[in-house]
């Protein structure tokens, strides 16, 4: 079992910064690909970035490349998402996962989440 709890989210207006924080606890927290996605409301959890157990590898969705970036430190046991540039559109409650293997982005090759922090931008 790995257990998830993610914070750093708020209200923030478009153009400025967010740093999410995942911090992860139960099993070898380096053993695990991490992901990100985001749900907004009335619309499906879709899939934001997600990073191998190394930390070499990094995947992002279209909409967010080039103004996210995904990072981990294991030492730490701790995932981060730094959003920046952000938009209207980013406005969404923001998971963090987890998934033994190699980094995925779908949300169904995802065996562990936490209960999700708030982000909202204003125009």
């Known amino acids: 079992q790995v257990q998830l709890v993610e914070s750093g989210g708020g209200l923030v207006q478009a153009g400025g910064s967010l740093r999410l924080s995942c911090a992860a606890s139960g099993r070898t927290f380096s053993a695990y690909a991490m992901g990100w996605f985001r749900q907004a409301p009335g619309k499906e959890r879709e899939f934001v970035a997600s990073?191998?157990?190394?930390?070499?590898?990094?995947y992002y969705a279209d909409s967010v490349k080039d103004r996210f970036t995904i990072s981990r430190d294991n030492a730490k046991n701790t995932l981060y998402l730094q959003m920046n540039s952000l938009k209207p559109e980013d406005t969404a409650v923001y998971y963090c996962s987890a998934r033994p293997g190699v980094a995925g982005t779908r949300l169904y090759e995802y065996d562990y989440w936490g209960q999700g922090t708030q982000v909202t931008v204003s125009s």
């Open positions: 990073i191998s157990w190394t930390g070499a590898r990094t």
